[in-house]
Structure formats: C-alpha cells, structure tokens
Nanobody, 121 residues
Framework: QLVESGGGLVQSGGSLRLECTPSEETLNYYAVGWFRQAPGKEREGVACISSTGGSTNYADSVKGRFTISRDNAKKMVYLQLNSLQPEDTGRYYC????????????????WGPGTQVTVSS
C-alpha cells in the first residue's frame, strides 16, 4: 500500500510537489509510477522512475513541466509539478511495479486513495 500526499488547490502556472511513501514495505526494489484521473476521463500514466532512479519516462503532456525523482535512503518518491494548467486537474496516484510499467506507463494492479490536484484558471 502506497500513500500519496501533497495535492492541493493552485492557480494556473503554479507548482506542487507530490510525495509517495509506502505504508509497510520499502519502495526501493520497485519502479514507481504516477498516474492521474480527471473527472469523466480514464486514468492515465504521467511519469515513472526505475528502482535505482537511473531512468525515467513521462507522458508527452507533462514533459518539461513535471519531474519524478526518488530518494531510496528516505524510501520516498516525488513528483514535482511545475507550470500547472487547468487540464492537469485530477486525482494523482502512485503505484509500484516492475520496470515494464515504466516502458508502457500502464498499471493493472490496485490503487491507493490518491491525492487531489486542482488547478484554477
């Protein structure tokens, strides 16, 4: 089970930093991905980072604006959201899986509660 935090309400152009932490086991051996779901839309992959942090992948819609990182010493994964736009509004989820998740930005397991990001225009 992973726990997401850091969401909130921000104006267009603003920034947020989301955090992902495991409630029990360590994340250090898994790739971690961030996904989001906007109202009325399907959930989509946003960013993913390998277990070592050596490789990342981003959805085209967020490239250059979002940055995924991890600190394995602290057992934390972060998603820095910059230049936020209203279309970034949605519930953001982090999940852990094999490296394959980072290749395709898809995940078929269980989801946690997520954290809400709302961007006003």
């Amino acid at each position: 089970q992973l726990v997401e935090s850091g969401g909130g309400l921000v104006q267009s152009g603003g920034s947020l930093r989301l955090e992902c932490t495991p409630s029990e086991e360590t994340l250090n051996y898994y790739a971690v991905g961030w996904f989001r779901q906007a109202p009325g839309k399907e959930r989509e992959g946003v960013a993913c980072i390998s277990s070592t942090g050596g490789s990342t992948n981003y959805a085209d819609s967020v490239k250059g604006r979002f940055t995924i990182s991890r600190d394995n010493a602290k057992k934390m994964v972060y998603l820095q959201l910059n230049s936020l736009q209203p279309e970034d509004t949605g519930r953001y989820y982090c999940v852990a899986d094999t490296q394959e998740m980072c290749v395709t930005l898809t995940f078929f397991g269980s989801w946690g509660p997520g954290t809400q990001v709302t961007v006003s225009s």
